[in-house]
């Protein structure tokens, strides 16, 4: 995608492909990022610029794919990332499994635990 988002609504990314942003991504207080796990490789948000995050991140698992405990994901890829979704305690359930959110300045990954 050619420019930036700015995502105040619902921005889906479906399992089996990911998404390029060309610059930045800013994700505002009432965003919400929806990621489908559906593959080890599964769709991810890669940012060429900075991506800030704030408001939710929404997982879901695609029908048939199976996630064991352990499972890694890197679901944003970007030069700078800053600030974080507002699940407590850095954990999101989904389907009754529960993943830990790890940050890094340029990554943002799932661990099923």
Excluded: P, W
């Amino acid at each position: 995608m050619t420019g930036g988002i700015y995502n105040s609504g619902k921005l889906l990314i479906n399992g089996k492909r990911s998404l390029s942003v060309k610059e930045n991504f800013h994700q505002f207080e009432n965003g919400v990022l929806c990621i489908e796990l559906a593959s080890k490789n599964t769709g991810s948000l890669k940012v060429a610029g900075e991506a800030h995050l704030n408001g939710a991140l929404e997982l879901s698992i695609a029908s048939g794919f199976k996630v064991k405990e352990g499972d890694s994901f890197t679901i944003i890829q970007a030069e700078k990332i800053t600030g974080k979704f507002d699940q407590k305690n850095d954990l999101i359930t989904v389907d009754g499994q529960l993943f830990q959110i790890t940050y890094t300045t340029k990554t943002v990954t799932l661990l099923k635990l």
